[in-house]
């Protein structure tokens, strides 16, 4: 089945520091990828959708000066928190889409963010 | 404007049966899924309806009512792991490949 690498699971950094998220679709080609945050006890909010090799759509009230994604080839999306902050420590997680149809939707194992 | 509604809490003995509606009301309708997701994991894949019905696989099985805008996942014989979140999530209609999610059931099985 299709599978979706997310590295780092987890990450520790410092204030007014840059943190770079990697997605990855190891056995199909991802037209779309979403990036998702979710706070705890919270459900996952979309941040922002990608198609490869265009600008990234992102949804009201995220900044995307701040949250920089790039989708650069069919295979991999990337997701930087620019000078991150404590109130950025949430779980990110991406999702990717193959086709039309409940398989397109692969989730990434999710990365685990705390800025200190 | 989305709207997403589920419990957001519920308990449920171990080898019972459990119920967890959702109701929902979009701009656009192409799909309803249902994700499980245990803390601290990315949400798996449970099941998917796009026609009014029953989808079973299972132990879990998947309603859904487009006039009702109403789903539900059933789960049967509980086990001690379906302890988790489960998430309900509206895929948009064409043009849009999008889903908005409800914020979740969590769903504690005691013994």
């Known amino acids: 089945g299709a599978v979706v690498s997310q590295h780092p699971s987890w990450v520790i950094c410092k204030s007014g520091t840059s943190v770079k998220i990697e997605c990855r679709s190891l056995?199909?080609?991802?037209?779309?990828m979403f990036w998702y945050r979710q706070f705890p006890k919270q459900s996952l909010m979309l941040m922002a959708t990608?198609?490869?090799?265009?600008?990234?759509?992102?949804e009201q009230g995220v900044e995307k000066d701040k949250f920089l994604i790039n989708h650069a080839s069919l295979t991999l999306s990337t997701l930087t928190v620019t000078s991150a902050h404590p109130e950025d420590s949430s779980f990110y997680i991406c999702?990717?889409?193959?086709?039309?149809?409940?398989?397109?939707?692969?989730f990434g194992s999710g990365t685990r963010l705390t800025v200190v | 404007g989305q709207n997403i509604d589920q419990p957001t809490e519920m308990t449920a003995t171990e080898g019972a049966i459990v119920q967890i509606n959702c109701t929902y009301q979009?701009?656009?309708?192409?799909?309803l899924f249902w994700y499980q997701q245990h803390a601290g994991e990315a949400p798996t894949f449970l099941s998917y309806?796009?026609?009014?019905g029953l989808e079973e696989k299972g132990r879990f099985s998947s309603f859904l009512s487009r006039s009702k805008g109403y789903s539900y996942l059933l789960l049967k014989e509980l086990q001690m792991k379906d302890s988790a979140s489960y998430l309900c999530?509206?895929?948009?209609?064409?043009?849009?490949?999008?889903?908005?999610f409800g914020k979740g059931t969590k769903l504690s099985v005691i013994p």
């Open positions: 999702s990717a889409r193959a086709g039309d149809s409940y398989y397109g939707y692969t």
């Open positions: 979009t701009s656009g309708f192409n799909g």
């Open positions: 990608s198609n490869e090799g265009s600008k990234a759509t992102y």
């Open positions: 056995d199909f080609q991802a037209t779309t």
């Open positions: 309806n796009v026609l009014d």
């Open positions: 999530a509206v895929k948009h209609g064409a043009g849009s490949y999008q889903l908005t």
